[in-house]
């Protein structure tokens, strides 16, 4: 059987009437996979979901089914799942209209996962400003509640499973695992120091798995069709179907589901192109934590390994298309600024030198910058990727890093106003 | 050390949960788990760091110790934090010594952590001690690329009254908020905001969880009653409100948080360190003391693995203005005959008179000594020695305090001898005991560093904590232990009870290692001393004595008590009195042969008139059982000589003064609780200032006796000679107080009661930052005991006695029915002095509405 490499997948049931509601999602094959995936055993589903190779959509790319097998195979201590639903990554806008769309394909996920890895409580962290996928998200647990997907002695198989819903307070941060985890516990939300793992140690000290929206989301998928069908679509080393959200100058920017490992060549298309046939100048493959690209990746595969062999990484796919008309040194001030924004303090990196860049950026973009500053911005972003206690450091120095190696020129530009101050800096170095 | 490959065959063996690696080229050893920043130092190589502590969790979040690892050929992608990464087999570490890439990471961390510090070194208290400043020069650049705005705060801000905050000078390790979540327990100080606004802080009050545990709800004003208990707290902000607050300002890398009583007094390298060990209770703190010109500026906690690690509490640390007092006598001083006034008078008139008084009363009615419990080993034996041989009288006792014939039975029996050395408890017991029962004692408030100890055993090694006390203490919940509850005097048979109806107890405290604690209120309580003798014998676990005061201890064993001589001798036995009366060389038969008076006995003498002399080394009346009584036994005596710092109220009843030095102003010894002797050296010279043992020697000279203590080396010398210390007298067959426990009437309940670390005490006179940071003084009710007298909480209430009355705003706690708590000391609190009552007695009690 070969399939459409356009044959929608997790977002099929988008565009039916009321998708969001229980009865439309039973019509529509749901939670079949669910009776399927208890009448196996947890083991069976952790191999089914490896040989499957989905790998987590979060941006990191762990493959999932490893990570299963990480949790301990006893109970001495309660297990937990928890959904990474912060979406927060800027230009990510995929898990949110999935829940929005079909919070029943991530409940049934949850279940089906919270079985394969022995947990009787899942929790959903979903960004608290997305309120109205909040109340969504939360009244269908109720109705898959009501109806006994959820709760005690889930469709008689005597496996119980509480799912909780609970709304973050909007901090960027609180989408990396374990600080999602401080958070939901009810602490200031920072990253915590590994090991322990959240496997070992997670919420509330007991083993944990933190899984990706989209990715918990594939799961039924993968049980009801099986892995072979799933490794059909995408590419090797990255199979599977991605939801890849599209933003900024083109015509039709939203969520569009293709194979792994599509270009922008060809996402542009479905998209129906530039907006206005202006012509693209750069883009970013996984939100803007990840090093920006230009008209010369056009046809640079979208999976996990394409991006990298590139220079990027995939992220969550989050693509954001800028045209001409955008001042790449403009642009990566205001990610500098959403980063020194978000920085949660722990780290002297992070947050001593997204303030430090943010100023630099500021000053630049105002006409006061100087060509030593790009020096400066270089190497304090050297300073920081690798060095910062989290990924959201690395993350905050890729737009500096990836626009000054393909746009020197434009931020040299802004400089040359300030030329002659340049001369006079006789408080360089004063402190 | 280079190693050949062909050599590696002869590499020694790693011994047993140890791994071999290498670090700038250096092999060495590790034991496993070890951090990597704590084995380069011990080849001496010092990773630069600011969060890492070794006593704190690791956190890793200062990035300043970076350093490039390799594991099994590998290089790790990103450098990584010395102070978190745990060594491990054939690891590869290049620190900034070898690697351009360590030391790269470094100069950028240090550059990023300057780019919004003020750089105030100069008027910064830090500046000469300062790790950031030290650390900086070492391994930064030598100037800045930063040209932008700094990030400005407010500052300086209070985070409590002894504790000031400079948000700009901070580096954000987070040393400060760590401390008081894992050590002391204490989490009134976080992290607020994030990223370059993220800040050290205090939260917003709230008054009611605030007072529900005891603390402090305003640093700057007491408790004010007009209306219910959410007008107690004043201002917004909730103080960091510990006992151990002080610590943070020792440990903050930077000059972000400082001493609200040290600030700006002095630079480092203008001050002259000496180790010194606290005066204040029996934990037996090591601690430095700063001074300068001749006057101490502060005071540090010190460094002992086996003590005080590297804590010390905010008494400790602070409380040692009591030294400079105003009011300090400087010169002895004799009651004038005709107006009745003391008067300064030459050392060889006051101790003529002193001699000529103590003589008259040795020929009549016979003299006692009240030698006090704050002495050092040195100056007990002293006074032990001058009864004895000067006196002539066996009626000395250190214990200034509520105090038993069983208690003494006790301490003879159990406590005295004891050392961490022959099998006695130690703090490395407390840490890795299954279980800790304490019972009559209150470690928070009466030995700080046993309760940290305690909470380290709790966190760290699964130390199950129990309590038998009146109700749920801060030190319980810190310890995340369990309360035994128990009226006040009810602790015998809570013990007895132990191991029908607690069996889970009994069974905790059977396993090897287990120990229980025993307090000073102990001797208050008829027969607790016997049901522990039996608990013990019953479950094998090991017993301690926790005196609150640092010389108890050593006073015992010093001989400063009516049934011991020196060494644990008991007094009765003729053959020890000979071996004592050769060591001293007496004629054979001179030592007195009866058991002397107790400090009740010698009070109630002398109240009766019975005795002639009365010698007083550094005790308050108020401290006494009785007051009152104690006041009458001062004016009935004929002659009273009293050795003191400061005015008391023995000075009103003295005939002579003679001053003695402060504790920085001498040296000797203390033993610590658990037997440990803890020796320091004097740390400020003055002229003048003699401690006891060298006036008691001159005193004795006058009186033609020979006491050989002129200096504490001299005093600790002639107790050396005596020998080791007897081998402990067997348990005697305790006898039971037959009085039956009062029972409360109408209206009336019974007193638990203990003394708060920071209380009306003098030896915390002077120090007012101290001073806002005491518990509030508040009495306790359990919520139906409070319903059933008609008393609002938040409310005053008086608690009185036919001798007086107390009144305190009185707050709900987990009390048994009819039991009423009150701090023994502490602001209105004088349960001593006022009530005349203890630990036990029945109190009335009413809601007081005159005063709202």
């Not at chain 2, 000059?255 to 001050?271: E, H, I, K, N, V």
Request: net charge negative; with cysteine; hydrophobic share 40%.
């Amino acid at each position: 059987m070969t399939v459409d490499p356009l044959t929608p997948v997790l977002t099929k049931r988008w565009l039916s009437p009321r998708s969001w509601r229980l009865s439309t999602y039973e019509q529509l094959e749901g939670y079949t996979a669910l009776r399927k995936a208890l009448a196996g055993t947890p083991e069976q589903l952790v191999n089914v979901v490896k040989d499957a190779g989905l790998r987590g959509r979060g941006g990191a790319g762990f493959p999932a089914g490893v990570k299963w097998s990480f949790m301990p195979p006893n109970e001495d201590k309660p297990h937990y799942l928890v959904i990474n639903a912060d979406e927060g990554e800027p230009g990510t806008c995929k898990d949110i209209p999935l829940m929005m769309a079909d919070p029943h394909s991530l409940i049934e996920g949850c279940v089906i996962a919270a079985y394969a890895m022995r947990s009787h409580h899942c929790f959903i962290y979903v960004r608290g400003e997305a309120l109205h996928c909040l109340r969504r998200l939360t009244m269908a647990v109720r109705e898959a509640k009501e109806a006994g997907y959820v709760g005690k002695d889930i469709l008689g198989s005597g496996y119980d499973l509480e799912i909780t819903v609970h709304a973050g307070a909007g901090a960027y941060i609180c989408g990396e695992e374990t600080a999602l985890l401080d958070s939901l516990e009810g602490l200031r939300g920072q990253p915590r120091l590994k090991p322990p793992f959240p496997a070992a140690a997670g919420l509330y000290a007991a083993p944990t798995t933190v899984n990706n929206v989209e990715t918990i989301a594939s799961v039924p998928f993968i049980v009801n069709a099986g892995s072979d069908w799933f490794r059909q679509m995408g590419r090797d080393k990255s199979p599977g179907p991605k939801i890849y959200s599209i933003s900024g100058h083109v015509e039709q920017p939203g969520q569009y589901e293709a194979p792994m490992g599509t270009t922008l060549r060809e996402l542009l298309e479905l998209c129906g192109g530039m907006k206005d046939g202006i012509p693209l100048k750069f883009w970013t493959p996984g939100g803007s934590s990840t090093p920006m690209f230009t008209t010369e990746h056009l046809d640079v595969p979208l999976d996990f390994e394409g991006a990298v062999e590139a220079g990027s990484i995939l992220g969550t796919t989050a693509v954001m298309v800028f045209n001409e008309t955008v001042s790449v040194p403009w642009a990566v001030m205001k990610w500098t600024q959403f980063y020194e924004h978000e920085s949660c303090g722990k780290c002297t990196p992070c947050r001593e030198g997204t303030y430090w860049l943010a100023q630099i950026l500021e000053r630049m973009v105002a006409g006061n910058g100087t060509a030593s500053d790009i020096d400066t911005l270089l190497d304090v972003c050297d300073n920081i990727f690798g060095r910062s206690f989290c990924a959201l450091g690395d993350g905050a120095v890729s737009p500096i890093q990836s626009g000054i190696k393909y746009f020197k020129d434009e931020f040299l530009a802004l400089c040359k106003d300030n030329a002659a101050r340049n001369e006079r800096r006789e408080l360089a170095g004063a402190h | 050390m280079t190693i050949a490959p062909e050599q590696k065959s002869e590499q020694a063996p790693v011994p047993e949960g140890h791994v071999r690696l290498t670090i700038d080229g250096e092999e060495v050893i590790a034991p496993k788990g070890e951090l990597i920043i704590r084995a380069a130092e011990r080849i001496g190589v010092e990773v630069p760091r600011f969060c890492d502590h070794p006593l704190l969790d690791p956190a890793a979040a200062c990035r300043q110790c970076l350093v490039e690892v390799e594991m099994n050929g590998r290089p790790m992608p990103k450098p990584q934090p010395s102070c978190a990464v745990t060594v491990a087999e054939g690891m590869v570490v290049k620190t900034q010594r070898t690697s351009a890439v360590a030391d790269k990471a470094q100069q950028g961390v240090m550059e990023l952590l300057l780019i919004n510090h003020p750089l105030d070194c100069p008027i910064c208290d830090k500046g000469g001690e300062c790790p950031l400043q030290n650390q900086a020069l070492a391994h930064g650049r030598a100037d800045s690329r930063f040209v932008d705005t700094k990030r400005t705060f407010a500052k300086p801000v209070p985070i409590s009254a002894q504790v000031l905050l400079d948000r700009e000078r901070c580096v954000l390790c987070q040393r400060c908020t760590r401390f008081a979540d894992e050590i002391a327990g204490d989490p009134f100080i976080d992290l607020l905001e994030r990223g370059a606004h993220q800040q050290i802080g205090v939260g917003p009050a709230d008054p009611t969880a605030l007072l529900a545990q005891g603390e402090t709800p305003s640093q700057t004003t007491g408790f004010t009653v007009n209306g219910s208990a959410h007008d107690i707290a004043v201002g917004d902000k909730q103080p960091f409100a510990s006992y151990f607050s002080g610590n943070v300002i020792q440990i903050c890398p930077v000059g972000a948080l400082t001493s609200a009583a040290y600030r700006f007094r002095s630079r480092p390298f203008d001050l002259v360190s000496k180790p010194s060990v606290c005066e204040h209770c029996a934990s037996g703190c090591a601690q430095r003391t700063d001074f300068r010109r001749g006057k101490v500026q502060r005071r540090l906690a010190g460094e002992d693995a086996a003590v005080n690690e590297e804590w010390t509490c905010d008494k400790g640390r602070f409380a040692f203005t009591y030294a400079t007092a105003d009011d300090r006598f400087t010169r002895p001083m004799v009651r004038d005959e005709k107006t009745g006034e003391l008067k300064e008078s030459s050392w060889t008139e006051a101790l003529r008179i002193a001699a000529d008084g103590l003589l008259a009363a040795r020929k009549g009615k016979g003299a006692a000594v009240l030698p006090g419990g704050r002495l050092t080993v040195e100056d007990a034996y002293a006074y032990a020695k001058f009864a004895r041989i000067a006196l002539r009288t066996n009626d000395i006792d250190f214990r200034a305090r509520p105090h038993s014939a069983e208690e003494l039975d006790f301490l003879s029996s159990t406590v005295l001898g004891a050392t961490p050395e022959n099998g006695g408890v130690s703090y490395a017991d407390l840490e890795t005991a299954p279980a800790v029962l304490s019972v009559a004692f209150e470690p928070e408030e009466e030995s700080p560093i046993v309760f940290l100890r305690l909470r380290k055993a709790a966190r760290k090694n699964g130390t199950r904590f129990f309590q038998i006390a009146s109700h749920t203490t801060p030190a319980v919940t810190k310890t995340f232990g369990t309360l035994l509850a128990c009226e006040p005097g009810a602790e015998t048979a809570a013990v007895d009870g132990l191991v029908a109806h607690a069996p889970d107890v009994a069974q905790a405290l059977g396993k090897p290692g287990a120990v229980v604690l025993v307090g000073e209120r102990a001797a208050v309580i008829p027969g607790l001393f016997a049901a522990l003798h039996r608990l013990i014998t019953a479950t094998g676990a090991k017993l301690a004595w926790i005196p609150r005061r640092a010389g108890e201890r050593g006073a015992l064993e010093a001989g400063a008590v009516p049934n011991l001589l020196p060494g644990g001798r008991p007094v009765t036995d003729a053959s020890a009195r000979a071996d004592i009366e050769r060591s001293w060389g007496l004629a054979p038969g001179s030592l007195p042969e009866s058991l002397g008076l107790d400090t009740n006995g010698i009070i109630a003498a002398a109240a009766a008139g019975q005795l002639g002399a009365l010698v007083v080394g550094g005790v308050d009346p108020d401290d006494l059982p009785d007051p009152e009584l104690a006041d009458l036994a001062l004016s009935t005596v004929d002659f009273v000589v009293s050795l003191e710092l400061r005015p008391s109220e023995v000075t009103k009843r003295a005939h002579v003064v003679l001053p003695v030095a402060p504790a920085q102003e001498r040296s000797g010894s203390y033993l610590n609780w658990e037997g440990r002797r803890r020796e320091f050296d004097v740390v400020i010279e003055r002229a003048g200032a003699l401690p006891d043992c060298r006036v008691l020697d001159t005193l004795a000279v006058e009186m033609d006796v020979d006491l050989f203590t002129q200096t504490a080396q001299a005093a600790a010398g002639d107790l050396a000679r005596l020998g080791p210390v007897a081998a402990p007298i067997p348990v005697p067959a305790l006898v039971l107080d037959a009085t039956p426990a009062p029972t409360p009437g109408p209206g009336q309940v019974k007193l638990a009661t203990w003394r708060q670390l920071l209380d009306n005490g003098s030896l915390q006179i002077n120090e007012p930052h101290l001073a806002a940071t005491a518990r509030l003084a508040t009495a306790r009710l359990a919520e139906q005991t409070a319903a059933a007298l008609g008393i609002t909480f938040g409310r005053p209430v008086t608690v009185s006695t036919r001798h007086g009355s107390v009144t305190l705003p009185v707050l709900p706690a987990d009390l048994p029915p009819g039991v009423v708590w009150l701090p023994e000391n502490s602001g209105p609190s004088s349960v001593r002095r006022t009530l005349r009552a203890t630990h036990g007695s029945v109190v009335d009690i009413a809601a007081n509405e005159g005063e709202a």
